[in-house]
């Protein structure tokens, strides 16, 4: 009996990689940088089978083309899913001709088609600039603080956003409540500094005018009703172009941002997709295994955002 045989699924998931690794870096001749990219992009398939309990033997390829659906329905820009998915074709090529498989499930995976334009996704220092430029001495300055950083925090939609109540707010637990399309609702995790900056601006909007009926949403116009989609489009235009941003960008690249930077953090594939409340995965059977503590950790915890916080106020 072979050695590997003896070893338990993990154990033989970990030699798997390991000579697939040495085969990229030895037969393939792969620079480190582009090793490292493989490696990175294969890390995203082993996260989304764990999360459906598939061991590599047994991937199908329905299997490969969920996990590709939900590279696009994150909004994954098209050249870089065709670079995962060219990745993943090339592990299990590997599989096959080091005898692991005997049938390849990745032969028929197509990429996706690179004339399709999604819209553009920012960098974490450009996210950062734009915030630093919001003017604290205005009125709104704090309002508007708020609302990018519950945006970048929580990859809400702008017409989500706009539709905040107070009364769905549960900070104690770290979630709010969130009401999307088809009046489907969704629970998403909130980063502590996204709470903070609410908190700080409900001392300003609770001085402010209230119409009747629009005492339960969080974020306010002016004139005391709540704030619309285009006031939010307006708002992060004029921010970005103060920030020197020449890219094309509106509230929905705050989404897409968001999804971009945690799946790169090595954030779980189907957490990201709760988190977004996509139609294409909002069914029974997807959510069967999502343990809401878990998907909280993960964005949590990947969140570039809110790791850049914790260093700030020393939270490990």
Known sequence: MKVEEKLTNKEKRAVIIRKYQQYLKLE????????D???TDLQKLLHFLEGENIEIPDVTPDDLQRFAAGLHDIGIH???QARILSGIKSFFHFLVIADYQEADPSELLEGPKIGFRLPEV??????????????MEKKEGQRNRAILETLYSCGLRVSELC?????????????????????????????????????YWFADRNLGKIKKGYEDYVFLARWGNNISR????????????????????????????????????????????????HESIATTEIYTHIDRNRLRSEIIEHHPRNIKYRKEHGVY
């Open 78 to 80: 098209p050249r870089s």
């Open 37 to 39: 990219a493989y490696m």
């Open 28 to 35: 393939k001749a792969l620079s480190p940088n582009t090793l």
């Open 230 to 277: 285009i006031m939010v489009f307006h708002m992060i235009k004029e921010l970005a172009e103060k920030a020197g941003i020449t890219k094309n960008i509106s509230p929905h690249t705050f989404r897409h941002s968001f999804a971009t930077h945690l799946l790169e953090g090595g954030a779980n594939l189907r957490a990201i997709q709760c988190m977004l409340g």
């Open 122 to 135: 920012l960098t974490v220092e450009e996210i950062d600039r734009i915030i630093s430029t919001v003017d």
């Open 163 to 199: 539709n905040l109540k107070i009364s769905d707010l549960y900070f104690e637990e770290g979630f709010i409540k969130v009401e999307g399309k088809g009046g489907k609702q969704r629970l998403v995790p909130i980063s502590p500094r996204a709470i903070k900056e609410i908190k």
